[in-house]
């Protein structure tokens, strides 16, 4: 009977195990991670964690680029950074204004960190915190538990340099992309360049709460002319300018010019979603995200 007992424990414990979708942890180079959250939508086993976020571990203590959707997808990315370094977080860098991006941040606050944003990002994620809360209530339920409105204890306007243990990083807010406030961050040691949302990788994009895609693919051509060696994206796994640029820039020009067609020819949202996008196919979350893209950018770009 005891062993019965064990057993059904073992079984409930495995149980809650699996209900957590776990966060893989990419080494880049020397003390620098990717750290890769699922590819698909929101839910409660990713607490909101549906991200790639980033990581430098230094003499001084670990710079994380951004804290995850949730307060329990803090401490769900801080168990995940725990297997590759035992330094603490003293650094945490919004990215900018979606939710996972900054929501983690009372978390990490607790624990000492000084987070930073753009002026843009904090402005953006205050205007939308409420209706980030009430969509994460509605997915995350109780496992939105703990979770708090944090901003940045310090915002730069266009660009910062942050000098931290014997590493320099460059904060540059370059205009809208994905958000209103997203940024870059470059190394220049490793020539790793952290994009945020400025960059999809394996999934197919949402052209994203900023509605500004003629912006983002300027930010763009600004964040890939530092010439990275690899790129930390916001949405998938660690890539070169090459497989950004053919499933991010690539993406977004495309659309543009077949919405622009659509508009020319007096067509409506209709026609916009009839568009062939099959040579984005391949990509994570294209049935579920396409049509809603195409519609996307013909409300974007129909009163430009």
Same mark, same amino acid.
Do not use: C
């Given at each position: ?106 978390? /990490? ?54 000098? /931290? ?132 950018? /013909? ?6």
């Amino acid at each position: 009977m005891l062993k019965f007992f064990i057993a059904i424990g073992l079984l409930i414990s495995s149980l809650n195990v699996l209900a957590e979708v776990p966060l893989k942890v990419q080494k880049v180079t020397e003390n620098v991670y990717a750290i890769i959250g699922e590819l698909v939508q929101r839910s409660p086993e990713n607490y909101a964690n549906n991200a790639t976020f980033g990581l430098v571990v230094t003499p001084k203590g670990a710079v994380l680029i951004d804290s995850g959707g949730s307060y329990l997808g803090a401490q769900q990315l801080h168990k995940a950074i725990q297997t590759v370094t035992d330094q603490p977080v003293k650094i945490v860098i919004n990215a900018g204004g979606q939710d996972h991006r900054w929501l983690g941040n009372g978390y /990490f606050k607790e624990k000492g960190a000084r987070i930073i944003s753009s002026k843009a990002a904090l402005e953006d994620q205050t205007k939308r915190a409420d209706d980030q809360f009430f969509m994460l209530n509605l997915l995350l339920k109780d496992k939105l538990k703990g979770t708090k409105k944090v901003y940045a204890d310090e915002t730069f306007e266009d660009s910062m340099t942050l000098d /931290f243990g014997g590493e320099k990083f460059t904060l540059v807010h370059a205009g809208a992309a994905h958000t209103k406030g997203d940024i870059f961050i470059w190394m220049p040691s490793t020539k790793v360049m952290f994009s945020g949302d400025i960059v999809f990788t394996d999934r197919l994009l949402g052209p994203g709460p900023a509605a500004d895609t003629a912006s983002w693919l300027k930010v763009f051509e600004k964040m890939v002319s530092y010439k990275p060696d690899t790129i930390v994206p916001g949405h998938g796994t660690p890539s070169t300018i090459k497989k950004a640029t053919a499933e991010t820039y690539d993406y977004i020009a495309y659309m543009r010019k077949e919405v622009g067609k659509v508009l020319d020819n007096d067509g409506d949202m209709q026609d916009a979603v009839k568009i062939d996008q099959s040579k984005f196919s391949y990509l994570k979350v294209f049935d579920q995200m396409s049509g809603r893209a195409a519609q996307s950018f /013909f409300s974007e770009m129909e009163f430009e």
